[in-house]
């Protein structure tokens, strides 16, 4: 893993910012209600660190996984707990569903609204085009979901930049975090765009 | 215990690692000794990492396993030993995303190489699939059981 300078890191921040913040804004017009995201947590880690500070590796999710596609490549990740699919799709569809399958289409596509809106402002912002494909779903341990998508994209250190979007509603947590999880050298793209 | 890293233990106690994905976990036992060594690879090969400072062996396949069964062996110099491996998945179908292939299924190649190299029968495996998988090992009667979201429990 490289060394980012505060600076650096600051200008990343900002960048997830912006996109997390369009993110929530569409989720918030989708469901008719305010959402909003907490300042993006950007950090190095490793993964021990990370099962114990962020989501711990054995903790039951549902993952939602888009490939980023366009200028730069990489993954969006959408993690929900149980509790918050049951509210998320109960605000996007208006009641209560008992069918799981309705309420995983409906998580599904709220990631693809969100992975697009927020693709959408860091393309804009950079001027790049980014578009995500269409989500994939899968019920997972969050150990198994997230080592597997760093070995996927061929980011084998031990510590790893986790970038992550952490959304609340109504001042209640939502336990839904959205991970950017770029190709390796898109960061360092991104900064060149940025000037830094 | 967790990624990249592996443990000894001897009966009666129980060896856990949790969320494998493309991940491997490679339980080494022997009965007479009550003593097992469970290790949680993530890579096939060290050898393009060769370069690099202060590699972490327990990552790979290609070192873990035999320092795993150094360790063994020093604790108990006449055993010998068998195997099961649980992991291996191609999670979200990835392996067309990837440059370097399906990760999962070189992870249980190159254990199931290594194993052979080292001659240590591999006895059972719960490998490959798109899903996540947690194993427990009772180092009493080797009993693996395996577990995977919204399934009932394996036993290997």
């Known amino acids: 893993m490289m060394a980012y300078s505060e600076l650096e890191l600051d200008g990343l921040k900002e960048v997830i910012n912006i996109g997390g913040g369009h993110a929530a804004t569409s989720i918030s017009k989708l469901v008719n209600q305010k959402i909003d995201m907490h300042v993006p947590e950007i950090s190095i880690l490793s993964y021990h660190e990370m099962y114990k500070q962020v989501i711990a590796d054995d903790v039951e999710v549902h993952a939602v996984v888009s490939s980023i596609v366009g200028d730069y490549n990489g993954m969006i990740l959408f993690v929900v707990s149980d509790d918050s699919a049951d509210k998320l799709s109960e605000l996007m569809l208006g009641t209560k569903t008992d069918d799981i399958n309705v309420k995983m289409s409906a998580v599904s596509e709220l990631t693809n609204i969100i992975s697009n809106s927020f693709l959408g402002a860091i393309g804009n912002l950079l001027n790049v085009q980014l578009v995500s494909a269409l989500p994939v779903i899968q019920d997972d341990y969050f150990g198994a979901v997230i080592s597997s998508i760093y070995m996927a994209l061929d980011q084998y250190d031990d510590h790893i930049m986790v970038i992550r979007n952490e959304f609340t509603y109504s001042e209640e947590k939502l336990d839904a975090s959205l991970f950017f999880i770029p190709e390796t050298g898109v960061l360092e793209q991104i900064l060149k765009s940025l000037g830094i | ?156």
């Open chain 2, 1 to 156: 215990m967790g990624i990249a890293d592996y443990k000894i233990a001897l009966a009666p106690a129980k060896l856990i690692t949790v969320g494998l994905g493309s991940c491997i976990g490679t339980i080494i036992y022997n009965e007479q000794a009550g003593i097992g060594g469970l290790s949680h690879i993530m890579l096939p090969d060290s050898h393009p990492f060769a370069k690099k400072q202060a590699l972490n062996t327990a990552k790979f396949a290609d070192l873990a396993l035999p320092e795993m069964v150094d360790k063994l062996k020093q604790k108990a110099p006449r055993a010998r030993f068998k195997a099961k491996i649980v992991g291996g998945a191609n999670m979200f179908g990835f392996n067309a995303l990837s440059k370097t292939g399906n990760i999962g299924q070189r992870n249980i190649e190159a254990v199931e190489e290594m194993l052979k190299e080292l001659g240590i029968p591999l006895i059972a495996s719960h490998v490959g699939g798109n899903s996540g998988r947690t194993m427990i090992v009772d180092l009493k009667n080797f009993e693996t059981m395996v577990r995977i979201v919204h399934h009932d429990a394996v036993y290997i």
